[in-house]
């Protein structure tokens, strides 16, 4: 199963960022890929950038406590595992990306939008807190 790993030091709290992560409506914020996000009883349903007629259910399990966040995919079977961890006024953000076999030709475009994910995410989390 080709997989990835991806992380961040982002100068904001861990709350700010994990304001960002753990909600879905924010995601096209930041999310490289996302238009739009709808909630879903399980977690929401997302739009890719382009492609609003092409709903894509998605799996939420969040845990503020170990700072964890894993969203699946119910379409494609992709897996994010995010990891925040705070290290005093910044906050080091992991993801790990893993995706199933048939998918695998999608490995390139989502190492390259995940980073560009990351980018987004610490220009908006260092906006945010310095507010």
Do not use: N
Request: glycine residues 4%; charged residues 25%.
């Amino acid at each position: 199963m080709p997989q990835f790993d991806d992380e961040v030091l982002v100068r904001a709290p861990l709350e700010e960022v994990w304001k960002l992560v753990h909600d879905p409506s924010r995601y096209p914020e930041w999310w490289t890929g996302i238009g739009s996000v709808e909630p879903a009883p399980d977690g929401y349903t997302m739009y890719p950038e382009g492609w609003p007629d092409y709903p894509m259910p998605q799996r939420l399990q969040t845990s503020s406590a170990d700072g964890r966040v894993t969203i699946s995919c119910l379409v494609s079977d992709l897996e994010y595992r995010w990891q925040l961890t705070a290290e005093g006024e910044r906050t080091r953000v992991q993801v790990h990306v893993d995706i199933p076999e048939v998918e695998s030709h999608r490995l390139e475009t989502q190492t390259a939008a995940m980073s560009s994910a990351l980018a987004r995410l610490t220009r908006l989390a260092t906006t945010s807190a310095s507010r």
